[in-house]
């Protein structure tokens, strides 16, 4: 096990560009063993060009008890130059985009979503397996045992809310707010609303930083943060089954549908419209990077 140590330094960072154009977009897409970083911008057609990628098939840094466990990749997120993965295989990684080195790594089952919070403190949804239905909290500087846990059933989604300075968690029925406390290492259930359908599945922040996108099995919808109110995603409301959605700044959405079972081999784009091919890849999951 490796530690972030001085790693967690970087959260006053600004994201980083990998010195792309200020007018090239980039996304990530995760699916079987592959996060790949693909340039929207000077992608041909349909095709794809990947910038960067990581497997962890061949990660040299992944002990093999360890590596069997992402050969389903269900999420991947970017905070800086670092990675965030999670496999629903179970477990859970940070990757250094820079050095392509996985710099934390730890047990969670059935893991569905990661999230960085302040303090270097590291979040995880378990979904259901007999070890999962979880909210899991990681402090890295202690190893990767969790210092913190609470029930939750069918965890799918956390999301950093730094406006508020909460962690919000989606589940099967519910969307918690939970209020972190550093000095202990623990959280507090501040607010809880039942969502809109059934089986709570991606949750990802708006543009704006003052709504949560989040998808069911019967629907989308967004959660405005302040008023705390479910409304449609503009044009998504009556989507059933989507597996990823984000939109950008420029209004341009990000989503994934599955074609076979729960995976897709097509990243979709809405406002303006495209789609890009991946093969024979099992993707799960995109988002803007």
Known sequence: MKYLGL?????????????????????LVCGDTKVLLINYTTSKDSIPNIVWSWDSATAPDLPDS???KFKTLDDCKHYGDLILVSSSGGAIAIVNQKTNKTTFYA????????????GGYIAAAASTH?????????????????????????GHGVVWDAISQSLYALNYTTLR????????????????????????????MAPDGKRLFLTTETSSREFNLTTHQFTDIRDWGNIPNIKSVGQN??????????EESWWTYHVKFSNPARVFT??????????WY
């Open 7 to 27: 790693l967690f330094c970087l959260l006053g960072l600004t994201i980083t560009s990998r010195g792309q154009s200020p007018h090239e977009k980039l996304f």
């Open 66 to 68: 360890m590596r069997k």
């Open 249 to 258: 700044k420029e209004g341009q959405f990000i989503y994934t549908l599955p």
């Open 177 to 204: 707010e939970y209020k972190p406390n550093q000095a202990t290492g623990t959280m507090t259930l501040k607010n809880q609303w039942t969502i809109p359908g059934k089986g709570g599945h991606d949750l990802q």
């Open 130 to 154: 007999v070890k999962g239905n979880k909210l899991m909290l990681f402090d890295p500087k202690k190893g990767n045992t969790p210092v913190y846990t609470d029930t939750l059933y069918s």
């Open 107 to 118: 047990d969670v089952a059935m893991a569905h979503s990661v999230e960085i919070l302040p």
């Open 278 to 287: 991946f093969g024979k890849m099992h993707v799960y999951k995109a988002r």
